[in-house]
């Protein structure tokens, strides 16, 4: 059996490695007396970059959450390093869910829209079994509707933090980049981020999740254990 089909997700390590330990790093060793804030920076960034290219290596496969916070902290770098105005850390706190709010709206008009791949696929439901009962009971037109609906409330997710990204990292980062106090603002920003902002897009996510499912019973007559995929 090859490396690739053993790996196991470890989503603690990949939150540890890619965010809480940058966030030390920008918090407590960005001082002139520790590493200062351009080695701060480029330690911090060190860590989702080598935790990126292990996991390619070794499993074959990329680290969706390792490479995400590899361009979060390359981003991030990349304004502290060249010292770009602060409102540029806003924007790009805001720009990447709304680039992903914007893909998912914009692939409705496609073959493929992400709402499918992301809720409505078959490693999470049996959609063969799905679309014949839906199609048995001439519901297939129902069923588009409130997909469309589960991709307004997905979009509406990412706009939402989207805009709490923004909003958080125009209260919390008030220091001029290239300093070491910018450098502990940063680490404060992706700590407060989780509780402040990913909890409630979690949750804006589930009741997508519990609106589908509930499309999916009320259309086709099954229960949630008959539209699992089988694992």
């Given at each position: 059996?090859?490396s ?7 989503p ?7 965010i809480a330990i ?6 407590k ?5 520790q ?7 480029m330690l911090a ?8 290219i292990f996991?390619l290596?070794?499993y ?6 390792a ?5 979060n902290?390359?981003?991030t ?5 060249l010292?770009l105005?602060?409102?540029w ?10 680039v ?6 914009i692939?409705?008009f496609?073959?493929?829209p ?8 078959p490693?999470?439901m049996?959609?063969?079994?799905i679309?014949q009962r ?17 991709t307004?409330m997905v ?20 220091s ?7 450098n502990?603002?940063l680490?404060?920003?992706s700590l407060?981020?989780?509780?402040m ?5 979690m949750?804006?996510m ?9 499309t999916?019973?009320?259309l ?8 699992l995929a089988?694992q």
């Amino acid at each position: 059996m090859s490396s690739t089909s053993t790996h196991k997700p470890r989503p603690m390590v990949d939150l540890l490695v890619s965010i809480a330990i940058p966030a030390f790093i920008l918090m407590k060793l960005s001082g002139d007396e520790q590493l200062g804030a351009s080695g701060g920076l480029m330690l911090a960034l060190s860590f989702p970059l080598g935790w990126g290219i292990f996991e390619l290596i070794k499993y074959r496969k990329f680290n969706f959450i390792a490479l995400l916070g590899l361009a979060n902290v390359a981003l991030t770098g990349g304004i502290g390093l060249l010292e770009l105005d602060l409102k540029w850390l806003a924007i790009k706190e805001a720009a990447i869910p709304a680039v992903i709010g914007i893909a998912v709206l914009i692939s409705t008009f496609t073959s493929k829209p992400l709402i499918k791949a992301m809720v409505f696929n078959p490693a999470v439901m049996d959609v063969d079994k799905i679309m014949q009962r839906l199609q048995e009971n001439n519901c297939m037109a129902a069923f588009e509707k409130r997909l469309m609906n589960a991709t307004y409330m997905v979009a509406g997710s990412f706009a939402f933090s989207a805009t709490m990204n923004y909003i958080l990292a125009k209260w919390i980062v008030t220091s001029p980049t290239g300093t070491p106090e910018f450098n502990e603002q940063l680490g404060e920003l992706s700590l407060y981020s989780y509780p402040m902002i990913a909890v409630p897009s979690m949750l804006m996510m589930m009741a997508t999740f519990y609106y589908l499912w509930r499309t999916i019973r009320d259309l086709t007559g099954l229960k949630l254990e008959e539209v699992l995929a089988n694992q």
